[in-house]
């Protein structure tokens, strides 16, 4: 079994870097404090003996090759330290930190696996600072144009590549430079599900659909005492109608299809003055691809109907776009009998977010194991998942990695 | 009558200062771009002969008093020169300089007025930096506390006492040192009716009644994707009901009601995070004291039951709050004299607007002079008013000041 102090040490430790006066904690992808939790954990990649290594998109990998096997495809394992504003501690930073702990784990008791094992930490997985979410993931599955994404802007208006280059992660390596056997990811549910039915562990089995678009639609400004109801081009107006529209289209249907938006601005943002722009994004989210599709055609239409109604002017733009994923159903059994195996309850489910595995999954075999997030919480400081819910996926993660490396 | 060309030059000449690379023109009240105005506004009275005062909230007084004359009570023409963001160049400026206009035209003609002649240039008219509207005018006519109203903190966190201090603008006169006999105030209509018409001259007989508020919903932080509908608390979207059910109500009834949300921030502002906050303006106003408590009362009706609804906490502050204001028949009547006296035509009306001269009635007989806006668009870089209406509504303004002081 893994070293539970150790794991949770870590966790903690990890989590302190990036918190501001207020305690909040926000890391985001390739800023300074991001760069405090990378020197953190290649500190620890280090000494635990590992081969560190860094690719052209800033993901960071800790490789264990004994003689012999060097030449092998890995087993790898992995999440991100990214965070999103005001985040918790546990989402993306477990995986990695329990990969870590697997390997130290495995190395300490004179275990001889059968291929290399390797830790990853992925660049810019929560797509707050730069989009598309699970850049990283992605580009080292060849999904995306490296120079393109490089050449992102965040929405500070930073450049990826450049804010790499800064930070001391543009690291060398050809992302993809090694494939992977098989992928395996450990992960806080980030939602209700487990603990709502009192199940100790999830065995992904797939993940749904993530549409993400801006949307952008322009009126007049005009003075908020003057101008008539009827003589208005109210853009912040038209932007609540499609914030309202996605919600009860979702609540009405009962389909599992969820719809967010998430960041909202208004210009010239004045007491006294009709918005004569609003931006905002759009979250569609659904695990059949299909009904995705009418998710988002839906909204087109409402925008369509809706800039003439309202005599505004919109325009979209597509910031990510991931259809739903199906993991490796050797894998997923895997976990199913590793955790039978520790008499613990596991139910095979669905991920209702994104993440890294979705993306390796286009070049290895990959499936994730979820632990209990409390209240079904996240993206948020209350973010909670008891010590030893933790401890648990850690030893089913060992568990999985010792069946999936035998020699 | 005025002399057109340096009335207007000076106009475009004010209206060039605060403008950014872009060409958009943003003179926010007690900036170092209002400094600049302010400064040239000054140079100007200096040029004319005037003597300058100021006053602890930073209103500029050009005065004229000739020999004799100088401890009556004043005429006073006034307005201010801040603006809103990305503004036009006519609100306010066009009526504090026709005022100096006027002064000058009737100081070079040799005309020996029965009073003092004063232009004022009123401190954060437009309230887009600091709440209230018209402050400089209401501290002028006692209507708040000045040192609560230095101590006012903007929109950008600054504070306006120390602002004025910095810009060189914290005079000493104490607020309401000149006590006017009347006050007059020319403007742009900043609303379609005058050229809907195609009326010259609006006498303004009445102000709608302005309250403004703030409102801050307080929901819960949690992942776009993992959050099912029904177990959200977004912020966003009950904002974005607010907004959607004022313009619904406003639409509904058949009275000149108007409200607006002007300003909205999301917190944390993430793609795929649930706000866990929203702040947003709400600006509403009626020309009818029981109407506007009527729109005020639905608003909170409608708070009580959303945040019931969606499990949010709400709360308001109250930005500003002006009653209707019911301007001095005499002096109405006067302006439509002048108005048939130069074969103008003229129409009483309200103005949607807020103004300084609504503060100064509380002191002071007052009323306004309206010329048309080309659309009825304000607050905008298009309002524009044609330079024949300009010169038409500086002319009338010189013949009521000038019937105002016969000696
Ligand atoms: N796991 C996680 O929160 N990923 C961020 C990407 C997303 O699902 O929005
Ligand atoms: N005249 C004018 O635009 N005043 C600003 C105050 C307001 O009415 O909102």
Redesign the pocket.
Known sequence: SIDAARLLGRLRELGDIGRDADGRLTRLAASDTERGGRDRFVSWLEAAGLDVAVDRIGNIFGIWATEGIADRPPLMLGSHIDTVINAGIYDGCYGVLAGLEVIETLKASGYMPGRPIVVAAFTNEEGVRYAPDMLGSLIYSGGLDLDAALATIGTDGSVLGDELHRIGYAGDREPGFLKPHAYLELHIEQGPVLEREGVALGAVENLQGISWQKVTIEGDAN???TTPISMRRDAGYAAARVVTFLRERAKASNTPTVATVGCMAFEPNAI?VIPSRATFTVDLRDPDEARLQQEEAALADFLDTLSSEEDVTISVERLARFEPVMFDAGIVAEIETAARARALSCRRMTSGAGHDAQMIARIAPAAMIFVPSKGGISHNPKEFTGDDELVVGANVLLDVTRKLTQG
Do not use: D, E, S
């Open positions: 003075h908020a005492g006294n």
